[in-house]
């Protein structure tokens, strides 16, 4: 069973920064978009960036626009979600998860849940001073 394990998540002040990673149990990601998801108590999972299986398109809830960065690394099958401008309400369980493109290096991002194959476990992240 392919898996994803999720590591950088923690206990930030507002206004603070963390990298999330998402690294595969040793499978490619060549073939896969990756997309970030969260979801808060009592709150529905979030979508909150996107990255087409090239690394060439990503895509942003506007929630996090402008402070978050999802970037990856296909020669190390890890996907990163810089996070900066910390506020309280990114206070949430994070998920990276992986949707099969048609062909590696392409640019479509998929956006909804539904379109995700594979899930990891999920790292907490706290933003609290």
């Known amino acids: 069973q392919a898996q994803l394990v999720e590591s950088g998540g923690g206990l930030v002040q507002p206004g603070g920064s963390l990298r999330l990673s998402c690294a595969t149990s040793?499978?490619?990601?060549?073939?896969?978009?990756i997309g970030w998801f969260r979801q808060a108590p009592g709150k529905e999972r979030e979508g909150i960036s996107y990255?087409?299986?090239?690394?060439?398109?990503?895509d942003y809830a506007d929630s996090v626009k402008g402070r978050f960065t999802i970037s990856r690394d296909n020669a190390k099958n890890t996907v990163y979600l810089q996070m900066n401008s910390l506020k309280p309400e990114d206070t949430a369980v994070y998920y990276c998860?992986?949707?099969?493109?048609?062909?590696?290096?392409?640019?479509?991002?998929?956006?909804?849940?539904?379109?995700?194959?594979?899930w990891g476990q999920g790292t907490q992240v706290t933003v609290s001073s």
């Open positions: 998860a992986a949707a099969q493109s048609r062909y590696p290096g392409s640019n479509y991002i998929f956006t909804q849940v539904w379109e995700y194959k594979f």
């Open positions: 040793g499978w490619s990601l060549d073939y896969y978009a």
């Open positions: 990255i087409s299986s090239s690394g060439g398109n990503a």
